[in-house]
């Protein structure tokens, strides 16, 4: 009984150590480094959005939303930890979204003509952005920014 209680303050520490390191994102802690605007065929939830975390720490993405002239909030409570990157989908089914794995979701649909995509935090302030014009898109390929 005993090993189970301190094993249980040990893992409760530890979680409470790790969360305390997550900061609050302010512009450009996250960049948009890939999307799928104009998937090949049916658009259907097919789109997706890359996200980069250059923050230097992990970042809370409660609350966050892609937006593209609509608000589409990102699925459930997440933490990005430094360095990583996450693929927000329309759908996470592998199987329609072309194959992408996802990491979270938001009812995100983008204009094939052009666009601008919005990545805001929990409080609308806008982490960051891209515009894209339909010359920047071919269909079936994702435009990536390095």
């Given at each position: 009984m005993r090993k189970i209680i301190i094993a249980s303050i040990l893992l409760t520490g530890t979680f409470l150590m790790c969360s305390s390191n997550v900061t609050a994102a302010t512009p450009g802690d996250a960049v948009i480094t890939e999307?799928?605007?104009n998937p090949e065929g049916s658009d259907t939830d097919k789109e997706w959005i890359e996200v980069k975390n250059v923050s230097?720490?992990?970042?809370s993405l409660e609350g966050w939303s892609i937006n593209d002239g609509t608000n589409h909030p990102i699925s459930g409570?997440?933490?990005?930890?430094?360095?990583?990157?996450?693929?927000?989908?329309?759908?996470?089914?592998t199987l329609v979204n072309g194959g992408i794995d996802c990491d979270y979701t938001a009812?995100?649909?983008?204009?094939?003509?052009?666009d601008i995509i919005?990545?805001?935090?929990?409080?609308?302030a806008i982490i960051d952005s891209v515009i894209y014009v339909e010359s920047?898109?071919?269909?079936?390929?994702s435009r990536y920014y390095n």
């Open positions: 999307f799928m605007a230097g720490s992990s970042l409570v997440y933490v990005m930890p430094n360095d990583s990157v996450a693929i927000v989908c329309n759908s996470s089914d009812n995100i649909i983008f204009a094939n003509t052009g919005y990545i805001q935090d929990e409080s609308d920047d898109i071919e269909e079936g390929a």
